[in-house]
């Protein structure tokens, strides 16, 4: 169960954040070219089933928290912690245009 909810937690994170940036683009009026290599991704992000979704998503973990004990709350708070830090590596590395700095085996770069 803990590691579902961990999962949980962690797409819950990029939902919110991805919407939250992107939205905010989109809301300023700025508009996607339509050869825009992520253009179908930013859109995806600034809509409204995109939305729906991520209030759902977090909605699901907000009731697992509040079914689970105070152990499994913790590991959620970690999850949600973690998932945190990695999706403002994920935006800040492309803000400052660098490589992602953890390779697949775990070594930082």
């Not at 600034?46 to 689970?68: M, P, Q, V, Y």
């Amino acid at each position: 169960v803990c590691v579902r909810v961990c999962v949980r937690e962690s797409v819950c994170v990029c939902e919110q954040v991805g919407k939250h940036i992107l939205g905010q683009w989109q809301g300023k009026g700025e508009n996607v070219r339509d050869s825009h290599p992520y253009r179908k991704w930013i859109e995806l992000y600034g809509g409204e089933e995109f939305e729906n979704a991520t209030k759902e998503a977090c909605s699901i973990c907000d009731e697992l928290a509040a079914k689970a004990n105070s152990e499994t709350r913790l590991e959620m708070l970690q999850a949600y912690s973690q998932a945190s830090r990695f999706e403002w590596m994920f935006w800040d590395s492309a803000y400052q245009a660098r490589c992602w700095p953890i390779a697949l085996d775990g070594t930082i770069a």
